[in-house]
């Protein structure tokens, strides 16, 4: 993407103020209240850090960049370093772009690639019926801090992910950890977290790549 | 003769057949009785087995709406699971499909590399061509579906299953879409069996009323299926049916009581077309087993025209001072003997057609006519009153008077008796040559649009595939079809690449010929220092060292032999594989469903000189299976008129009474034909059809209008007879005109138009016979 894009981006949204402010954060709170909390923050801008730790590589993949989230099911990701690309959710699509071209891949036939690509966005929109039908959750809170540990319950996820550890402040997710079966594991963690944002049409047709139509069918 | 005897032998035969029938008779709904059997048929053939293959038989359900769709989609599938017609059902997203495709493909990766692999592969394997694959891999690693690739990276660096799954993955109709989730159900019994399908649709709405009830009851079902069509034809042509057979039965009995005054003299004209009908069909279903439900439809029709012969007997009988009911028949023999065996003569001519539905139909209807001649001649008349008296009325001797005084003033001027069949023979100039030909057997039916765009709509979404143009690549043995597909795979890429068609549905996506397979691991094995090259590319790229040896090790020791296509039947992906590789005859057939196609003649060029391959357009191909079906049946009625006048030759011993007898039979079909031209009314096969019967009826009017000639007492009751029996066969068959189905409409105005003008030609074969005079 231009680097005046993703100025204009950062410029739109310095300029569009939250329409929430974040809600009061309860004392320890419950996984229940967690989830109220989260599907009322509508959109979300953080900026984030990866560490992918795999087997494969000699060295951990890095990444670092901005993530957005549009409910309910819009999810973009702009990578800054190593080199500049974004990655789109977009429901059963993801998009991805880079400096070589772009890529559209469905997710629809596979619920495994789905259960992959979604957990993230169903925890941001504070879906807890589909989070459970999903997963077994267990939930710890300390303060406003809390903790989210997630088992799949699919036996075809679950030969891919072991287990998932999501931690956040209040109606802000703070660090994803998704360990793996094979024994890699990726850390995610997120600053700057601006919640209550609603994007405009022009913000969300530059962010979540809108102006690629969706695969033909 | 002892009557009593004549009568218990002909009910206790009757009993006997009717019995047998109801044990025996077989009947089958199948288009493909009525497709050529002949050689030059071979897409006629593969036209057939796909009519049978499981395709036609598969329903696509689709839940669109507000609500669990998904769940529904499952529901609905689990529901339908247990009903007895259905044979197998798929719905909602299933993950066995991604592990079949694992299973299947991945320790087969090193056999399905390249298309081309002697050139593919090497190319795949230069330092540039690894070093963009580390970089793909990688790029892969860091985005959110790495998890799917680091399973099996170590063991694929090339990304050869990544490759093949999205390959597959354009091959399998998606389950579940983002506005839509599908279910696919395939029933046990043939898509136009409509007694069996018909519970099948009620049992599909029902689950839906209940699967929406409980996951939301803003969602909608859409269906698609051939047996939805079969079903909804069915009953409209019932209903159809219905209002005709009440008119065509008010009008019959209404005209036996107006001529006859009594309900005896129809039971009495049923007898013989009863047993013929009986004879014909006992002997079918031992004979043609199974009958086709058409073949035994227009066969009961054609047997219909020995109504005919009992009404003559009636009438004559009727008219004859003390003469006894045998009596009667034995003056009416020749007659009888001549029209009923030049109408069966007619009909069994077409028992040399090519369609196996008409052959048979030809034979029935010879069968039904010579055995109804027999109980005309031996067991009508045991039924009969002794005196002819009981059978006449008033109304009756005046008409009959009446329309002999028409024919004698006829025969007095004989310059207007002759203007008649010239006046045909005019129209019959002019209007041939404006006889407009409907081959499209789409145009003889007439499906409810809404059902049509609901079809569409379905279809397209679920498989986006034109089901009906296909290529076809026809070999010896699966292997060499599969060989023959590769090439052909290759040719419609590039008429994609052309703009020819907007792209294909392929078993190549799914399955390659064992031979291009082996030559993909030959070329693999060719490479010398294959794991040290993908090594040092991919360690460049951040990879470990070493990390890729399990590929190494795959392609010197596969995992698995080459992919077969028993090794598909057995998957979930066997269900694609039935519908692209069919055997046809002693040959294999391989299916490429195309999308938008584009230029027919295009694809036909891209396909030029591999032998085996055809592009199947299944309209066009129709049409022509049509049209000679036509064309073969108005040369079947020609020659049956060719015949038909020989045997007058030989009985009459002169050509002139032959060419008499013949002129109804003759000149109206080209008459009626004439005038539909004229009309403008499209002619169809059933209307080609119909004119047998006209024919059939024609020579039987001719034959007892010469005969009449000879005997001017028979005059009065031989011109009743034919007003009765053209007036019945108008109740009977011209009532279908007013058919709101094309096909029923089309049988009904040839049948009307034609028996009508044999009618009014008849009195003129007479008047030119003269008395005596032949």
């Known amino acids: 993407m231009p680097l005046a894009h993703a100025l204009l981006i950062a410029l739109l949204l310095w300029a569009a103020p939250p329409r929430a402010r974040a809600a009061e954060v309860p004392a320890a709170p419950t996984l229940e209240q967690v989830m109220r909390l989260l599907s009322e923050s509508e959109g979300v801008r953080a900026r984030y850090r990866e560490q992918k730790h795999l087997r494969l590589l000699a060295r951990p993949l890095e990444s670092e960049g901005m993530l957005f989230f549009d409910p309910p099911d819009h999810l973009a990701r702009q990578v800054e370093k190593p080199g500049r690309a974004q990655l789109v959710v977009r429901g059963d699509e993801v998009v991805m772009r880079d400096a070589t071209g772009q890529e559209q891949l469905r997710l629809d036939r596979s619920e495994v690639a789905r259960g992959l690509v979604e957990s993230v966005a169903v925890v941001l929109r504070g879906d807890l019926a589909l989070l459970r039908s999903r997963y077994e959750v267990a939930f710890r809170s300390d303060g406003s801090a809390w903790v989210m540990d997630l088992t799949p319950r699919s036996r075809a996820l679950r030969s891919l992910v072991r287990s998932m550890a999501i931690q956040g402040v209040g109606c802000e997710l703070r660090r994803v950890e998704v360990r793996e079966g094979g024994g890699d594991w990726t850390v995610t963690e997120f600053t700057e977290v601006e919640t209550g944002l609603r994007f405009t049409a022009e913000q969300r047709e530059e962010i979540f790549l809108l102006d690629i139509p969706p695969l033909a069918r | 003769m002892n009557e009593a005897l004549v009568r218990a032998a002909t009910l206790v035969l009757l009993a006997g057949l009717l019995a047998m029938c109801a044990l025996r008779l077989e009947v089958t709904s199948s288009i493909t009785h009525f497709l050529p059997s002949g050689d030059e048929s071979e897409l006629a053939g593969l036209s057939r087995r796909l009519v049978e293959s499981d395709l036609s038989r598969t329903m696509v359900l689709r839940i669109r709406g507000d609500g669990d769709r998904r769940a529904a989609a499952e529901a609905l599938a689990a529901s339908l699971r247990k009903h007895p017609e259905v044979a197998w059902v798929q719905g909602g997203a299933s993950e066995s499909f991604a592990e079949a495709l694992f299973h299947l493909y991945f320790p087969r990766r090193v056999y399905l590399a390249s298309e081309d692999p002697e050139r593919g592969i090497p190319r795949m394997l230069e330092p540039e061509g690894l070093q963009r694959r580390a970089e793909t891999l990688r790029s892969r690693l860091a985005g959110p579906t790495s998890l799917l690739f680091t399973r099996h990276a170590p063991a694929d660096p090339l990304g050869l299953f990544a490759a093949l799954v999205e390959r597959a993955r354009e091959a399998e109709p998606m389950a579940v879409q983002e506005d839509a989730a599908f279910v696919f159900v395939r029933t046990r019994a043939s898509p136009f069996d409509s007694s069996r399908q018909a519970p099948v649709l009620e049992a599909i709405e029902a689950a839906f009323h209940q699967v929406a009830a409980e996951h939301g009851p803003g969602l909608a079902l859409e269906q698609s299926g051939v047996n939805r069509f079969a079903v909804a034809s069915e009953r409209s042509i019932r209903r159809d049916a219905n209002f005709i057979s009440i008119v065509s039965v008010l009008g019959v009995g209404a005209l036996f009581l107006a001529f006859f005054r009594s309900v005896r003299s129809l039971v009495l004209v049923l007898i013989p077309t009863t047993l013929g009908i009986a004879v014909a069909t006992a002997v079918a279903s031992e004979a043609f087993a199974p009958v086709h439900g058409l073949t035994l439809g227009f066969g009961l029709a054609l047997i219909g025209v020995t109504i005919d012969y009992p009404i003559h007997v009636i009438n004559h009988h009727a008219f004859a001072e003390g003469a006894t009911p045998r009596t009667t028949v034995a003056r009416l023999r020749r007659s009888l003997l001549m029209g009923g065996g030049t109408t069966a003569l007619a009909f069994g001519v ?225 269900r694609l594989l039935e519908a692209a590789l069919v055997p046809l005859g002693d040959d294999w057939a391989v299916i490429t469903y195309l999308r ?114 000879r005997d001017p007492r028979r005059m009065a009751p031989t011109m009743l007879s034919l007003l009765v029996c053209c007036l019945t066969t108008i109740f009977v068959f011209g009532t279908l005109a007013l058919s709101e189905h094309p096909a029923l409409r089309s049988i009904g105005l040839t049948t009307g138009i034609g028996i009508s003008l044999a009618f009014l030609v008849s009195p003129a074969v007479l008047a030119l016979a003269g008395e005596g005079d032949v």
């Open chain 2, 350 to 574: 077409l028992a040399l057609s090519d369609f196996p539905g008409v052959d048979d139909m030809g034979a029935f209807a010879a069968i039904g006519v010579l055995a109804a001649l027999g109980a005309t001649l031996i067991s009508l008349p045991a039924f009969m009153p002794r005196e002819g008296r009981a059978l006449s009325s008033g109304f009756q001797r005046a008409a009959a008077a009446a329309l002999a005084r028409g024919a004698r003033w006829l025969a007095r001027h004989r310059g207007v008796a002759a203007a008649l069949p010239v006046l045909f023979a005019a129209i019959a100039a002019v209007g041939l040559p404006q006889v407009r030909w409907e081959d499209d057997p789409a145009a003889l039916s007439t499906p409810d649009p809404i059902l049509v765009e609901e079809d569409r709509r379905v279809r397209a979404g679920a498989f986006g595939v034109d089901m009906d143009r296909l290529v076809v690549a026809l070999a010896p043995s699966p292997e060499a079809a599969l060989a023959l597909n590769d090439r052909v795979h290759g040719r419609l890429e590039e008429a994609v690449a052309a703009g020819h068609l907007g792209g294909i549905q392929s078993l190549h996506a799914l399955l390659w010929s064992e031979e291009l397979q082996r030559r993909n691991l030959e070329a693999l094995r060719s490479v010398q220092d294959l794991d040290a090259r993908i090594d040092t590319a991919y360690t460049q790229g951040g990879f470990r060292a070493g990390a890729f040896e399990a590929f190494g090790e795959a392609v010197r020791h596969p995992q698995a032999p080459p992919l077969r296509p028993d090794d598909l039947a057995d998957s979930p992906l066997g």
């Open chain 2, 596 to 709: 938008e196609v584009r230029s027919k003649e295009g694809i036909r060029e891209a396909l030029a000189g591999l032998d085996g391959a055809h592009f199947f357009d299944r309209d066009a191909l129709l049409r022509e299976i049509f049209a000679g079906y036509r064309l073969s049946t108005l040369r079947l009625v020609a020659l049956g008129a060719v015949l038909i006048f020989a045997t007058l030759l030989v009985c009459y011993r002169r050509l002139r009474a032959a060419l008499l007898v013949l002129l109804p039979s003759a000149l109206v079909p080209l008459t009626t034909l004439g005038l539909l031209g004229m009309l403008g009314i499209p002619v169809n096969l059933l209307a080609v059809v119909s004119l047998i019967l006209v024919m059939g009826m024609g020579v039987d009017y001719g034959v007892f209008a010469l005969e009449c000639s």
